[in-house]
């Protein structure tokens, strides 16, 4: 039987005009030894306690001390962590990674596989150079596909992954309840592409009705249904929804206006491609807040009086 694995990590921020050159964690509480986080810290500011300390695997709280030096500028923070949930790979099950497909335009797409979402508190994939995932170029943990519909869209913006490169990716899932963290899935090889970044590179699942009815919450089908009839999928050219937003399809180019988007009316048109986009939802972001669109333009104008 796998070794319990204790489902802790930190981050750490920090701004610098100048680079990092040292980055170590010490234990201080109980006494361990000191960790060098450069190259972790490169690859993300998340660092998890089993990446820099394989025995801890019992529940406690562990003070720590984070240093960074930055051109002979040495900066110390004290801080705690408290371990309260371990469990063994066998209670949280590892995920599959069916097949890697690299896009026209060089997005990488990871079709995925979930055994079970009840008890899932995030996933994590990583990216590497090499088999044996000793050179890491990349790692994240929380999908962009918060639904967990099997198609995550890797983050080519901030992945910096490079072009024609033989690239190594694996991934595990963090459980809630029991809370711990499953073994590594099986490991897929590919050939990363050119990448051109489009756009609009920020992907999202919304809500959307069409500008052909009066307001979208007195429908026989509500706006406010996640997974339901108005469930689309589109990009849009800020991190965030906001005022102001444009509103792009699929392919990160094509803006989301009348006479382009037989893609959201699928194969029985329900009047997006004649009416255009009237409001939309982010039920990842804010599950609550209504935008009202601009059908012609594609921009979110304003927040709804319509509300969920």
Same mark, same amino acid.
């Given at each position: 039987?796998?070794? &319990?694995?204790?489902?802790?990590?930190?981050?750490?921020?920090?701004?610098?005009?100048?680079?990092?050159?040292?980055?170590?964690?010490?234990? $201080?509480?109980?006494?361990?030894?000191?960790?060098?986080?450069? !190259?972790? $810290?490169?690859?993300?500011?998340? #660092?998890? $306690?089993?990446?820099? !300390?394989?025995? #801890?695997?019992?529940?406690?709280?562990? *003070?720590?001390?984070?240093?960074?030096?930055?051109?002979?500028?040495?900066?110390?923070?004290?801080?705690?962590?408290?371990?309260?949930?371990?469990?063994?790979?066998? +209670?949280?099950?590892?995920?599959?990674?069916?097949?890697?497909?690299?896009? %026209?335009? @060089?997005?990488?797409?990871?079709?995925?596989?979930?055994?079970?979402?009840?008890?899932? &508190?995030?996933?994590?994939?990583?990216?590497?150079?090499?088999?044996?995932?000793?050179?890491?170029?990349? +790692?994240?943990?929380?999908?962009?596909?918060?639904?967990?519909?099997?198609?995550?869209?890797?983050?080519?913006?901030?992945?910096?992954?490079?072009?024609?490169?033989?690239?190594?990716?694996?991934?595990? %899932?963090?459980?809630?309840?029991?809370?711990?963290?499953?073994?590594?899935?099986?490991?897929?090889?590919?050939?990363?592409?050119?990448? *051109?970044?489009?756009?609009?590179?920020?992907?999202?699942?919304?809500?959307?009705?069409?500008?052909?009815?009066?307001?979208?919450?007195?429908?026989?089908?509500?706006?406010?249904?996640?997974?339901?009839?108005?469930?689309?999928?589109?990009?849009?050219?800020?991190? #965030?929804?906001?005022? @102001?937003?444009?509103?792009?399809?699929?392919?990160?180019?094509?803006?989301?206006?009348? @006479?382009?988007?037989?893609?959201?009316?699928?194969?029985?048109?329900?009047?997006?491609?004649?009416?255009?986009?009237?409001? #939309?939802?982010?039920?990842?972001?804010?599950?609550?807040?209504?935008?009202?669109?601009?059908?012609?333009?594609?921009?979110?104008? @304003?927040? +709804?009086?319509?509300?969920?």
């Amino acid at each position: 039987m796998s070794a &319990a694995k204790c489902d802790v990590s930190f981050q750490i921020g920090y701004e610098s005009t100048s680079p990092i050159t040292e980055a170590t964690v010490a234990y $201080l509480d109980p006494q361990g030894p000191t960790h060098d986080i450069k !190259q972790l $810290l490169a690859v993300s500011n998340i #660092i998890k $306690l089993s990446e820099i !300390q394989d025995d #801890i695997q019992t529940p406690g709280t562990y *003070k720590l001390e984070a240093k960074l030096v930055a051109n002979e500028t040495v900066t110390r923070r004290e801080f705690s962590l408290t371990v309260d949930g371990c469990s063994s790979s066998s +209670s949280c099950y590892v995920p599959k990674i069916y097949e890697i497909n690299v896009l %026209k335009d @060089g997005q990488i797409v990871m079709n995925y596989w979930v055994d079970n979402t009840s008890d899932l &508190a995030t996933l994590e994939y990583q990216i590497a150079r090499d088999l044996d995932f000793t050179d890491i170029i990349y +790692s994240k943990v929380g999908f962009s596909d918060t639904a967990y519909t099997q198609f995550e869209y890797i983050d080519m913006k901030n992945g910096n992954i490079p072009n024609d490169t033989q690239l190594y990716i694996r991934i595990r %899932k963090y459980c809630s309840s029991p809370s711990g963290i499953s073994d590594w899935s099986n490991i897929v090889d590919f050939q990363s592409g050119e990448w *051109k970044e489009p756009i609009a590179p920020y992907f999202f699942s919304v809500g959307c009705v069409p500008n052909r009815f009066d307001n979208p919450i007195d429908l026989q089908e509500s706006i406010c249904r996640t997974g339901g009839m108005w469930t689309r999928k589109v990009r849009l050219d800020t991190f #965030i929804p906001q005022i @102001g937003s444009f509103i792009y399809l699929s392919d990160g180019i094509t803006l989301a206006v009348p @006479g382009k988007l037989d893609e959201l009316d699928g194969n029985t048109p329900v009047g997006f491609n004649e009416n255009g986009i009237g409001w #939309i939802r982010f039920p990842d972001y804010d599950p609550n807040v209504i935008y009202d669109v601009s059908p012609e333009t594609a921009r979110i104008k @304003g927040i +709804s009086k319509y509300f969920c």
